[in-house]
């Protein structure tokens, strides 16, 4: 598939149309995981922008995980129902993009729990093979660095393919915002733009040598 190519949804050109009707069929579903839970969360945000930018060749949809109860390996014979919404989106997903705040250096406790529950049971791991990548994101100029290689270690182990570049390291998260939540700072659009293209370009590679 052609992933690379733009084409635009309104188009009566017949040609045009029926490349964005091979598009459509084609469309690989994107899992957003965010690690924050927070009202005028700026992780949430940048999804946000990002599920505006992305190309026709994917369709990006936030899993919600902030009613997902704490892992316990205990529970597994009789899951909890919170468990089986995010496993059952993660496993029906084509790719998985994590976009993540950073708590004292790491990933946020919510996330990392929403990632055991979704990776177990472990022949069952939602996660394995799946395209990836991580954006981190935060108000300070480390730009959640820590969370993201934390992310980056754990999605080795998770069989996660992930997206080397380009990386994904978001800073001065307060100001790049309007009131009303929409992206104001043209370089960051710029930015996540090729950083949601190259990702579209990384799935196709991915479920390509996975055929
Ligand atoms: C428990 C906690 C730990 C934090 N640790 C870090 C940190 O290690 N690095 C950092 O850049 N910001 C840290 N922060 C600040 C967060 O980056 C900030 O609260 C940010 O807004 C959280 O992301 P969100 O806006 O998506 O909710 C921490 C915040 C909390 C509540």
Same mark, same amino acid.
């Given at each position: 598939?052609?992933?690379?190519?733009?084409?635009? +949804?309104?188009?009566?050109?017949?040609?045009?149309?029926?490349?964005?009707? %091979?598009?459509?069929?084609?469309?690989?579903?994107?899992?957003?995981?965010? $690690?924050?839970?927070? +009202? &005028?969360?700026?992780?949430?945000?940048?999804? *946000?922008?990002?599920?505006?930018?992305?190309?026709?060749?994917?369709?990006?949809?936030?899993?919600?995980?902030?009613? @997902?109860?704490?892992? =316990?390996?205990?529970?597994?014979?009789?899951? /909890?129902?919170?468990?089986?919404?995010?496993?059952?989106?993660?496993?029906?997903?084509?790719?998985?993009?994590?976009?993540?705040? &950073?708590? *004292?250096?790491?990933?946020?406790? %919510?996330?990392? *729990?929403? !990632?055991? @529950?979704?990776?177990?049971?472990?022949?069952?791991?939602?996660?394995?093979?799946?395209? #990836?990548?991580?954006?981190?994101?935060?108000?300070?100029?480390?730009? $959640?660095?820590?969370?993201?290689?934390?992310?980056?270690?754990?999605?080795?182990?998770? *069989?996660? /393919?992930?997206?080397?570049?380009? &990386?994904?390291? !978001?800073? #001065?998260?307060?100001?790049?915002?309007? &009131?009303? #939540?929409?992206?104001? =700072?043209?370089?960051?659009?710029?930015?996540?733009?090729?950083?949601?293209?190259?990702?579209?370009?990384?799935?196709?590679?991915?479920?390509?040598? =996975?055929?």
């Amino acid at each position: 598939m052609a992933c690379g190519v733009r084409v635009t +949804r309104d188009s009566t050109n017949y040609e045009n149309r029926k490349s964005y009707q %091979v598009l459509m069929a084609n469309q690989r579903k994107v899992a957003v995981l965010i $690690g924050s839970l927070r +009202r &005028e969360s700026f992780t949430r945000k940048v999804a *946000n922008a990002l599920i505006k930018l992305a190309p026709p060749s994917v369709v990006l949809e936030i899993v919600d995980i902030g009613g @997902v109860s704490l892992y =316990n390996q205990d529970l597994e014979p009789s899951a /909890p129902r919170d468990w089986l919404a995010p496993r059952d989106k993660l496993r029906a997903a084509d790719a998985v993009l994590f976009a993540t705040p &950073e708590y *004292n250096r790491s990933v946020p406790g %919510v996330l990392k *729990n929403a !990632i055991d @529950v979704a990776s177990r049971p472990k022949e069952s791991n939602a996660f394995n093979g799946k395209p #990836g990548a991580v954006i981190s994101v935060s108000p300070g100029v480390l730009s $959640g660095f820590g969370a993201n290689h934390h992310l980056r270690q754990m999605l080795v182990f998770l *069989n996660v /393919p992930t997206m080397q570049q380009p &990386e994904a390291y !978001i800073g #001065g998260a307060a100001k790049l915002f309007d &009131e009303s #939540g929409n992206l104001t =700072n043209d370089s960051t659009r710029q930015f996540l733009q090729n950083f949601v293209d190259s990702f579209a370009r990384w799935i196709e590679l991915i479920l390509a040598g =996975n055929r």
